[in-house]
């Protein structure tokens, strides 16, 4: 029986890749020199590789740590990738202008981060396709952006006075540091404004704890929300929902299988409202919801 990955786990891993991601778009960025070009064009340059890096890296972390299928990572690592590339491009050009409408300073550098990030975190839509949960990644992405720009600027602050090669080593912390922030922020969001919980008791991803902001995916496919690859749980098993009244689990119709809620047997098509420390059994896996 393999362990599963908590919550804090998971915010762990995101920060490692995010950070890792920094640090590709610091060697991607810095292997160019931009120095003669437009700024404009130097900055649609800049904003693309940072994106491309980050959102890879940062989509590329539950593939590759949680549910641990390098085909799933390589995956979302490309779609976030792209979703990262356009963003960055469009979140540096607009920090660029907002740069020059605040006359420089460090305010309009740390905006250029925030945008990144926001942009960032919302292009977790093209990865999962859940407008909610997009929308709390995107406030991750702001945050982490926020926090990881200051701690950049107090780093080049501190280290005004160094020299040149000193310089371009601060720059690959910082984006380290950048990195590091916004992948950590935007599944602590997520985490910190859904509304649920499932949590594996028993089964092959005992330990595993996930967040649900609208809907959520189970079954013994990689590209569930919940991948459970436990004996007798099908390839898409079931969805828990929100609705009017809370949240409800709907085995969904045309599985070979069924799910249990309490004492309660539902088969294909049927649906149970769910409370907080109910227990869910799908094959040879147990769930606890819990509602917050």
């Known amino acids: 029986m393999s362990s599963g990955t908590s919550m804090r786990m998971q915010v762990y891993y995101h920060a490692l890749f995010g950070g890792l991601g920094g640090l590709a778009g610091w060697a991607l960025v810095g292997s160019v020199a931009t120095q003669t070009w437009g700024v404009w064009v130097a900055a649609l340059f800049v904003g693309s590789g940072l994106g491309l890096a980050l959102g890879a890296l940062v989509a590329a972390?539950?593939?590759?740590?949680?549910?641990?299928?390098?085909a799933r990572a390589l995956r979302d690592g490309s779609l976030g990738g792209v979703a990262g590339l356009a963003a960055g491009a469009v979140g540096m050009v607009l920090a660029q202008a907002a740069f020059f409408a605040l006359e420089g300073g460090w305010q309009g550098r740390t905006l250029s981060w925030m945008l990144l990030g926001g942009l960032i975190g919302a292009g977790d839509l093209l990865v999962h396709r859940?407008?909610?949960?997009?929308?709390y990644a995107a406030v991750g992405g702001l945050v982490g952006g926020l926090m990881g720009g200051l701690g950049y600027e107090g780093l080049t602050w501190l280290l005004l006075a160094q020299s040149g090669a000193a310089q371009v080593w601060l720059g690959g912390m910082g984006l380290v540091l950048v990195g590091a922030c916004i992948g950590a922020l935007i599944p602590w969001a997520r985490q910190v404004f859904a509304l649920g919980e499932l949590r594996v008791v028993r089964g092959e991803q005992q330990g595993l704890v996930r967040e649900v902001s609208d809907t959520a995916s189970i079954g013994c496919y990689d590209g569930n929300d919940l991948y459970l690859p436990d004996s007798g749980v099908a390839w898409r098993h079931a969805v828990v929902r929100r609705s009017e009244d809370g949240f409800l689990l709907e085995v969904l119709a045309g599985i070979d299988g069924v799910a249990r809620v309490g004492e309660?047997?539902?088969?294909?098509?049927?649906?149970?409202?769910?409370?907080?420390?109910?227990?869910?059994?799908?094959?040879?896996?147990?769930?606890?919801?819990?509602?917050?």
Do not use: C
């Open 61 to 70: 972390a539950d593939g590759a740590m949680v549910k641990r299928k390098l």
């Open 130 to 135: 859940r407008p909610v949960r997009a929308g």
């Open 264 to 292: 309660r047997i539902l088969g294909p098509g049927e649906e149970q409202p769910l409370r907080s420390g109910d227990r869910i059994v799908i094959g040879g896996a147990e769930l606890e919801f819990v509602g917050k």
